[in-house]
């Protein structure tokens, strides 16, 4: 009996050309782009619903845990294991230390690497591809499932496609970065070039002896990090000394375009990786006047627009080719057939400490409890409003510089004060007086909502003392 691939779905990118709503915090693949689910939990939900997949791995930064335990619970889908990266150091070595963990357990064990951030209709043709994808790995192949082009799109890498193998696969010919518009009509009209997925299929004990051979820097920081990793509560934490001994590259670099076992499977499936707001827009399908709109707006006499808003209403008149997209404290008005440039932007941003934070930080932070949005902010005092889900609690703390007034506006709040513990409904409040040790949990089935004022001379988020923490954190 053949055994079950297990899939590996990398967690850990940031996004940034889907800027401002994919940041450092809560980059594009845990956000809701498509439906009311993210991409990373609609990419659980696909592996759950085909009996060829066994539990996944995720391999994510360890900032990410949080939310990616939340969003495993909230899909429903059953888990192997989430390893947690202390550092990024791009594919290579994230892959490799799933392949060394998966090894450790199957020395049999087939990988699906995929993303975690694309849109993919799981339909007979993928489950089709999936399954001539793995014979070929079991055949000692690395597979790149290749894309057949639709359109001269420059965005992505391409792969040339070789001599033919069995099971529709084929040798790769040569990986070519990301062409120029000339270059990619080019491909196109000759034929034999496919876009490169990112997404493999591979022995896990192939990879390995090709990672060993090719990039022992970084088969040996993944070997390590594995042999010394640790649990924590739900996860499994790489080891940070060996794991950032890593060369920051990726695996295509690093392997497939080294190896004499690289083959490319192209594919006809529909896919996208979602990468820049031009192609949200076409995997959103616009409407007859080729426009998409997510959120409130309204649109007049425009063509070719891609809308998306949190909160602001936009209105736009007599403009084609437009893309608006509106968080709650930035804006980006760009070309939609220039999206691709966000990424660049977003580099200025990142490197002016005035607003670097537009690149890192939403208003509104998530938490394993629940979260926060800041509200208003200025001289010794800020706003907030909190939401902690139901049966949650956050840890039991105190803070040096700042007393905290809470309100209640839904749900059921308890309330520990210095040992003493009061409940309050709707519209009662409470007070916290600066260096008392408090906690704050939601005893209710509905989640709690609450507006916190906090006073001092200091506001920062690391003014926090953690006495008991339901979470593992400490500080």
């Not at 850990?12 to 915090?25: C, F, H």
């Not at 899909?75 to 150091?89: C, N």
């Not at 608006?324 to 804006?331: H, K, L, W, Y």
Request: charged share 20%; aromatic share 8%.
């Amino acid at each position: 009996m053949i055994s079950k691939i297990v899939p590996v779905i990398l967690a850990g990118g940031q996004g940034t050309r889907l800027w401002p709503m994919s940041r450092a915090n809560r980059p594009k693949q845990f956000i809701e782009l498509m439906g009311n689910r993210s991409l990373f939990q609609q990419t659980l939900e696909r592996l759950g619903g085909s009996e060829r997949y066994d539990a996944p791995i995720v391999v994510t930064n360890a900032e990410y845990r949080f939310v990616v335990a939340e969003q495993v619970q909230e899909a429903g889908v059953a888990l192997g294991t989430i390893l947690l990266e202390p550092a990024a150091r791009n594919t290579a070595v994230a892959i490799a230390s799933a392949a060394y963990y998966a090894l450790d357990r199957d020395e049999n064990a087939v990988l699906h690497i995929l993303a975690s951030d694309h849109a993919i209709t799981a339909d007979a043709a993928y489950y089709d591809a999936v399954n001539l994808a793995d014979a070929a790995a079991r055949d000692g192949w690395l597979v790149a499932f290749g894309i057949m082009p639709t359109r001269p799109d420059t965005g992505y890498g391409y792969i040339a496609v070789g001599d033919a193998l069995i099971n529709g696969a084929s040798k790769v010919g040569r990986f070519v970065e990301k062409p120029d518009l000339a270059k990619a009509e080019a491909f196109l009209a000759e034929g034999g070039y496919v876009w490169n997925s990112g997404m493999f299929m591979i022995a896990a004990k192939t990879f390995i002896a090709e990672c060993e051979a090719l990039a022992p820097e970084t088969a040996g920081a993944a070997r390590g990090a594995v042999d010394l990793a640790k649990a924590d509560l739900d996860f499994v934490r790489l080891d940070a000394a060996a794991f950032e001994t890593a060369p920051r590259i990726s695996v295509d670099y690093a392997i497939f375009e080294k190896t004499e076992r690289a083959a490319v499977l192209p594919v006809s499936f529909d896919w996208s990786d979602l990468g820049s707001w031009d192609a949200v827009w076409a995997a959103q399908h616009p409407d007859a006047s080729g426009n998409v709109v997510l959120g409130p707006a309204l649109l007049s006499n425009t063509t070719n627009a891609m809308v998306m808003t949190t909160g602001a209403h936009v209105v736009i008149d007599g403009l084609d080719d437009i893309a608006v997209i509106a968080s709650e404290d930035a804006i980006f008005v760009g070309r939609q057939s220039q999206a691709q440039r966000v990424g660049a932007l977003v580099k200025q941003l990142k490197a002016d400490p005035a607003t670097r934070a537009l690149t890192e930080t939403h208003q509104t932070s998530y938490r394993p409890w629940g979260g926060y949005t800041s509200v208003l902010m200025a001289d010794r005092f800020q706003v907030k409003r909190l939401f902690v889900k139901p049966g949650k609690k956050l840890s039991l703390q105190k803070h040096y510089h700042r007393s905290e007034h809470w309100v209640v506006v839904k749900g059921t709040a308890e309330v520990t004060i210095d040992g003493q513990v009061s409940v309050l409904t709707e519209n009662q409040s409470i007070y916290l007086p600066l260096g008392c040790t408090h906690r704050l949990a939601n005893p209710g089935k509905i989640q709690l909502e609450l507006i916190e004022v906090q006073t001092g001379a200091y506001l920062g988020e690391d003014d926090i003392v953690r006495t008991e923490d339901d979470f593992g954190r400490a500080g």
